[in-house]
């Protein structure tokens, strides 16, 4: 699939600034670590035996963090849990993570998800939430998750199908001024890896890489983040944006305001201490080995 959409390189997302901010991101995308978690099965499955369980591209590790709570204690009493991430960063605060919610049998390291060194038939579950549109190349992490999956093993991602926040930051830029662009959120989107937003291609992923009995749904979630965290989280976006989207002469002239008009926009329509209140969807994926 092509598009003339400006794409997003991966780095964008490893520097400080943003993983500073993405615990406030966990706002945003952890209220889909739960129905994630149903949607595989695996509280249904761990009856059949052991859990050998990858949270890939774990960030600071909500999904690790969803099992621990969600399942029970006999459960987690037999799992074995590796988290892994590209970075050393977002793998320090794991560990502090694993150690403050005290995790059982549980390890992170860091593991590049498209060439992640693990022997094969490695594991009974992976996770991979929000993390394959941002694979540098997404089918090999899907390949590599297959073959590091156990026979019978399942792989669940989640990945974003309308992240309602975009609209947001298009409605307050564009008010800035007419000359100005910013993406659709279907465009914004496109800046990353394109089509993951549709189930149909995210079954076709699957189905490419050889999983059987693939099963994708939407959900929606209501999330709920105070104007000051949101700004702070925004501006990843809004950098990227202007850098992407912006001329030379624009991100001059208007770009040292964007923030400021965001938040401006942002309390006339929640009030000065009010809550951002937003119904997110997603698409969420299971496949079998």
């Given at each position: 699939m092509t598009t003339s959409n400006p794409k997003i390189e991966n780095t964008s997302y490893h520097t400080p600034e943003f993983l500073a901010r993405y615990y406030i991101a966990e706002k945003l995308t952890g209220p889909f670590a739960g129905p994630l978690i149903k949607h595989s099965g695996i509280a249904e499955r761990s009856h059949?035996?052991?859990?050998?369980?990858?949270?890939?591209?774990?960030?600071?590790?909500?999904?690790?963090?969803?099992?621990?709570?969600?399942?029970?204690?006999?459960?987690?009493?037999?799992?074995?849990?590796?988290?892994?991430?590209?970075?050393?960063?977002?793998?320090?605060?794991?560990?502090?993570?694993?150690?403050?919610?005290?995790?059982?049998?549980?390890?992170?390291?860091?593991?590049?998800?498209?060439?992640?060194?693990?022997?094969?038939?490695?594991?009974?579950?992976?996770?991979?939430?929000?993390?394959?549109?941002?694979?540098?190349?997404?089918?090999?992490?899907?390949?590599?998750?297959?073959?590091?999956?156990?026979?019978?093993?399942?792989?669940?991602?989640?990945?974003?199908?309308?992240?309602?926040?975009?609209?947001?930051?298009?409605?307050?830029?564009?008010?800035?001024?007419?000359?100005?662009?910013?993406?659709?959120?279907?465009?914004?989107?496109?800046?990353?890896?394109?089509?993951?937003?549709?189930?149909?291609?995210?079954?076709?992923?699957?189905?490419?890489?050889g999983f059987k009995e693939v099963k994708v749904t939407t959900v929606t979630e209501q999330v709920q983040i105070p104007i000051s965290p949101f700004l702070e989280l925004s501006r990843s976006m809004l950098d990227l944006v202007i850098e992407k989207s912006w001329t030379q002469d624009q991100r001059k002239q208007y770009g040292a305001e964007a923030p400021g008009a965001l938040q401006r926009f942002l309390e006339e329509r929640f009030g000065v201490d009010g809550l951002i209140t937003m119904e997110p969807s997603a698409v969420l994926a299971l496949g079998t080995k």
């Open positions: 059949s035996g052991p859990r050998m369980i990858f949270d890939n591209a774990c960030g600071l590790g909500i999904v690790s963090s969803t099992l621990n709570r969600m399942l029970d204690d006999t459960t987690k009493s037999r799992w074995s849990l590796t988290c892994g991430d590209l970075t050393e960063t977002m793998i320090d605060s794991t560990r502090q993570r694993i150690d403050q919610e005290k995790w059982p049998n549980a390890e992170a390291k860091v593991v590049n998800a498209q060439s992640t060194g693990l022997p094969d038939e490695s594991f009974t579950d992976i996770f991979a939430a929000f993390a394959f549109t941002l694979f540098p190349d997404a089918q090999a992490a899907m390949n590599e998750s297959y073959r590091i999956l156990k026979p019978d093993g399942a792989l669940a991602i989640s990945t974003w199908k309308n992240p309602t926040w975009i609209s947001l930051l298009r409605s307050a830029i564009l008010g800035m001024s007419a000359d100005l662009s910013f993406p659709t959120t279907e465009e914004f989107l496109a800046m990353h890896n394109e089509g993951w937003d549709a189930e149909s291609f995210v079954k076709t992923e699957f189905e490419k890489a």
